[in-house]
């Protein structure tokens, strides 16, 4: 203590210098820099300032200071006296409960909305990273449960909806949740047996998933639909909906283990030997260590993967089963509100569009935290 | 035998002998791929026999003979012959012949525009910059189903062929679809288009001549003239003296339709516009991401060596990028092919609309979704084969 006090005082410190000033003003400055920094960009400027002035003034004149939002009573005459001149929003109040939710029973339709309350719950629980943990499969597990109930119903005085009443968006979010959650274990498996040293183990996966990345989605919709009750015996019958969930699940089964296999690819060789080293079986050593690093290294491309399968699940309208795109575009059979079907799929493309948007924000969240890492 | 396991330790005892239990690893590798294959094999034979069951409760006739009876199928857009009386076949090779005609346009129009878009996104002109994003944000989170039903209605909005829509001359768009100007295909202009693509051909040879003598004493040499001379001089001499006849068709208004010119049908056009706006959002973020997987430093030091701007994108960037954008690429055309079967939901008939009306008409499930099926693995093979040799042409050589 005492020698610091015999030390000479330091000589007064110097500050910072300020920033230099941009010239004109903040504001000047970002515009010179970024919209008329030389000649051939000024006038891009200007060109795209001129048509983006152009379309929000149609777009207004026709989507809000034209649009009619309201009708009484299924009475779309206002609509059609404007039509080509000004939105009809009207048909989407007029509509929405259809759009939503199909032809489940009209006053049982609180069930399926908790369906979807729950899956989006669902979903926001597993984005984040504390609930990574081994108890987010049972939550899962209870959470699709829970839903299945809740849309058949059949007990506690719910009555029992059978699953051709089914529509809307539940279908869509169970089309994809359900191909997802049942998808990722056979992706994880197939991902495995490409990587197998067993020939004859590696040649079946690598049939399975070629096969399946090679054709459309729809051929193997349309397999689901048509084909798949000659292959089964007299007397067993399955459900469509049911049938195009199984398409799905193998349809996501192969993208996901082409993504899994990536990440597998992406753990060093030491983990497998210091596995080996310990004496793990092979099951033990792929699941306590080797995949949870593998598939931490893909989580995005796996959430890429899902906005894939999201959008894909709109697929079903070619084969007649009532998700949120096929109720919209019969929504819009009714003689009434037949020529306003833009106004119908501006409205569920919104829908669509926030999930996707959401998920692909998350996505791209994740890697800027990993390369932050 | 399939059992080798070549990374055991060598120190065991029982390393030749066979013992029956699991805990050998090359019992326990046959053990689990005799119980896969053959969990596969009885779910196939088990499928495959109701099938044979249910075909024959049902008086369906399995195989391909139902190939040749006619087909009674109306294909309104068609670029070869076809009447309803023709054969099934015939009806699956125009099908076939949609389908490309889609993908292929489909994928050279995605990837200017997407290329187009990519670099916008990377412009340091801000509103650019923020438009490009906004395309490419709003038609990834689309299901393409969705924007090409979209676009469909908003085909069948247009007004009639007599009100149709006039940009620019000979253009017409209505709800016929798109009529664009055409050039006859006489006679005389093959042997101009023959010489073009001989001239092509021939100047591609000079220029890698060119390049190996560059190669040799570092002096470069124009290839200008050459093109000039085999590309452009060639075919317009060849068209002089066979008196090819280049007029431009425009097409006129005849009662309620058009005549003349190139009509490119709505299902069509909505189908084509669908495709290409959704992949090429998907490519121009491949684009972004290969421009700037390129180190800075590259395009740094050759403007430090004094090399020209052009030379610089063309010869430095250009080669780096295409390297990391050629594999994601790939998939993209592949996605873009696939997904042309979605002509099915608004009536266009490609391969997999014919082959669904045929399975309605028929019964031939198997066979129809099996011919499906082989035309998509076909195609999608070619891609990859041809992606693949340009990726390896493209690839770093390395010692």
């Known amino acids: 203590m005492s020698s610091v006090a015999h030390l000479p005082q330091d000589p007064l410190p110097i500050g910072p210098r300020p920033a230099p000033r941009a010239l004109g003003g903040h504001l000047t400055a970002w515009l010179r820099a970024n919209l008329f920094a030389s000649i051939p960009s000024s006038i891009m400027t200007l060109l795209l300032l001129f048509l983006l002035g152009k379309a929000c003034i149609g777009l207004w004149q026709w989507g809000i200071a034209n649009a009619v939002w309201i009708v009484s009573g299924n009475d779309s005459s206002a609509c059609r006296a404007l039509r080509g001149v000004g939105a009809c929003w009207a048909v989407v109040p007029e509509k929405y409960r259809f759009i939503l939710f199909g032809t489940y029973p009209f006053s049982e339709q609180w069930r399926p909305a908790l369906a979807v309350v729950i899956f989006i719950a669902l979903f926001a629980v597993s984005s984040r990273r504390s609930f990574w943990r081994k108890e987010l499969f049972l939550l899962w597990a209870a959470a699709l449960i829970v839903i299945g109930c809740l849309m058949w119903g059949g007990f506690l005085g719910l009555t029992f909806v059978t699953q051709d009443r089914w529509g809307g968006l539940p279908v869509t979010l169970i089309l994809a949740t359900f191909g997802l959650a049942f998808g990722f274990p056979l992706g994880i498996l197939v991902a495995l047996g490409r990587r197998s ?100 290294h893909v989580i995005p491309p796996l959430v890429n993967t899902f906005i894939a399968f999201f959008k894909d699940t709109s697929l079903v309208l070619i084969i007649g089963i009532f998700d949120l795109l096929t109720t919209a575009k019969t929504a819009i059979v009714d003689p009434a509100w037949q020529s306003f079907s833009v106004e119908v799929y501006v409205f569920v493309g919104v829908i669509y569009f926030v999930f996707c948007f959401a998920m692909s924000r998350y996505s791209r969240s994740l890697e800027a935290q990993r390369g932050t890492n | ?46 499928l495959w026999s109701n099938a044979i069951h249910n075909l024959s409760v049902r008086r369906i006739s399995t195989g391909f003979a139902f190939l040749g009876r006619e087909a009674g199928m109306p294909i309104a857009d068609s670029w070869i012959d076809y009447t309803p009386k023709d054969t099934y076949l015939r009806a699956f090779i125009v099908g ?18 997407g290329t187009l878009v990519g670099i916008a996104r990377l412009s340091s002109n801000w509103l650019l910059a923020r438009l490009a994003a906004v395309y490419v944000e709003v038609l990834r989170d689309l299901p393409l189903l969705l924007q090409l039903l979209f676009w469909y209605v908003l085909m069948q909005g247009l007004p009639a062929a007599r009100q149709a829509w006039k940009p620019v001359e000979g253009v017409y768009l ?45 002096r470069a040499r124009p290839a200008w003239p050459y093109a000039l001379g085999l590309v452009v001089a060639l075919p317009a001499l060849v068209s002089l003296l066979s008196g090819a006849n280049w007029s431009i068709m425009l097409p006129e208004l005849r009662g309620f339709n058009f005549v003349g010119g190139l009509t490119l049908a709505p299902e069509y056009f909505a189908l084509l516009i669908a495709l290409v706006t959704y992949t090429s959002a998907f490519i121009a973020e491949i684009v972004r991401s290969g421009i700037q997987a390129v180190p800075r430093g590259q395009s740094d030091a050759a403007k430090a060596l004094g090399l020209k701007r052009s030379f610089v994108l063309q010869h430095i960037v250009l080669p780096q990028a295409l390297r990391v954008i050629i594999p994601p690429m790939t998939s993209q055309y592949l996605n873009l092919t696939k997904n042309s079967s979605l002509a099915v939901a608004v009536g266009y008939q490609d391969i997999v609309s014919v082959a669904n009306t045929t399975l309605n008409q028929t019964g031939q499930a198997i066979e129809s979704i099996a011919l499906i099926m082989m035309v998509f693995l076909t195609i999608s093979l070619g891609i990859s084969l041809f992606m693949n040799w340009y990726n390896a042409r493209i690839a770093l050589v390395e010692r």
């Open chain 2, 1 to 46: 035998m399939t059992t080798s396991t070549p990374k055991r330790p060598p120190a065991r005892s029982s390393s030749r002998t066979w013992r029956l239990s699991l805990s050998d690893p090359r019992v326990a590798g046959l053990f689990w791929q005799i119980l896969v294959v053959g969990i596969a094999v009885a779910i196939v034979a088990f």
């Open chain 1, 197 to 296: 040293k067993l020939p004859a183990i590696r040649s079946l996966c690598v049939l399975y998933v070629e096969l399946i990345r090679g054709v459309p989605l729809i051929s193997l919709l349309f397999m689901a639909s048509v084909m798949f009750p000659l292959f089964m015996p007299d007397g067993v019958n399955i459900d469509k909906l049911l049938r195009a969930q199984i398409a799905f699940i193998l349809y996501a089964g192969a993208y996901l283990a082409e993504v899994v296999r990536g990440g597998l690819q992406a753990v060093p060789r030491g983990q497998y030997e210091a596995g080996d080293a310990l004496g793990l079986s092979y099951w033990q050593k792929h699941a306590l260590i080797v995949l949870p690093q593998a598939i931490r």
């Open chain 2, 96 to 113: 076939i012949v949609n389908t490309l005609r889609v993908a292929v346009i489909g994928i050279v129009l995605a990837t200017v525009i």
């Open chain 2, 174 to 218: 209505s709800n016929r679809g798109l009529i664009l100007p055409s050039v006859p295909l006489h006679e005389a202009n093959w042997w101009t288009i023959l010489a073009l693509v001989a001239g092509l051909i021939v100047f591609t040879l000079v220029r890698r001549r060119l390049i190996a003598q560059q190669m040799l004493d570092g």
